[in-house]
């Protein structure tokens, strides 16, 4: 079995899946953390990797960029290759002063302007949740290894914050009693896929830019520094079962 955009076969990808957004973030995680593993997919260069990590099978996917990229391969991993849990690892940019380049957030709620549920559905939805057992596992996971984090509700955006011209006009459109704290591109996509096949979904986020903090990160920085939230995800994942 595969889908125009995978060609791994049933039973290739685990139930677990790990999602970075970056191909080549996907192949970092499995070269760095895994003890084994087996390249199921390159199709249009979404490398999807099978393997072990301390005794359990999980697999590591990349969504690529943006709401319809986490659409297309979230939707394919949940209704045809019988994936339920899918944990979103990816970097922001952080709206509020309190958070700092490189703080962990835990998604709650993904806000979004886009039509995607409309679009899909012809369902007017813009506003929804992460899986609650999931995002509770991650925060016992989180405690017992002494990891610090941020909970709160994101922005889902269609566009790179940094280059649209009037960031305060969109910032007036937002709902205020969300209290956003943070804009990526994938959560609402990933969240929204997850409640319709009845699975189960989360999503990490590292600051790597700020609207409110002029310091900026290196490449080096903004890889080393994601590898608390790899190891966060991949250790949460193994107390799913």
């Known amino acids: 079995m595969s889908t ?26 499995v070269e760095n953390f895994f003890d084994s593993y087996t390249l199921v997919n390159d199709i249009r260069g979404i ?8 005794g359990k099978q999980i697999s590591v996917m990349a969504s690529g960029m943006g709401i319809p990229s ?14 339920d849990y899918i944990i979103r690892i990816g970097t922001c940019g952080s709206l509020i002063p309190n ?16 039509n995607y549920a409309l679009s899909l559905d012809n369902k007017n939805i ?8 999931l995002n509770h596992l991650i925060k016992e996971t989180a405690q017992k290894s002494n990891i610090n984090y941020y909970e709160g509700n994101t922005l889902c955006n269609e566009c790179f914050d940094p280059y649209i011209p009037d ?20 959560a609402f996509s990933l969240f929204y896929n997850a409640q319709r096949e009845g699975k189960h979904a ?14 900026s ?15 966060l995800a991949l250790d949460s994942a193994l107390n799913i079962f």
């Not at 297309?72 to 045809?80: A, D, P, Q, R, V």
């Not at 958070?99 to 886009?114: C, F, H, K, P, R």
């Open 202 to 215: 989360s999503c990490l986020l590292n600051v790597v830019d700020s609207l409110t903090d002029s310091n």
């Open 70 to 83: 986490m659409g297309i391969y979230s939707y394919e991993l949940f209704h045809f290759y019988d994936v």
């Open 47 to 54: 490398y999807t990797y099978t393997g072990n990590y301390k």
């Open 217 to 231: 990160l290196s490449s080096e920085e903004r890889q080393n520094g994601l590898n608390t939230m790899i190891k």
């Open 4 to 29: 125009p955009h995978n060609k791994a076969n049933l039973g290739d990808i685990a139930n677990i899946v790990i999602m970075p957004g970056d191909p080549l973030r996907a192949k970092y995680i």
């Open 167 to 186: 960031i305060d006009a969109m910032f007036a459109r937002m709902p205020k009693e969300l209290n956003l704290c943070a804009c990526e591109m994938e």
């Open 99 to 114: 958070l700092n380049l490189l703080d962990m957030i835990l998604v709650n709620q993904a806000y979004t302007e886009s």
């Open 126 to 133: 813009h506003l929804v949740a992460a899986d609650t057992n």
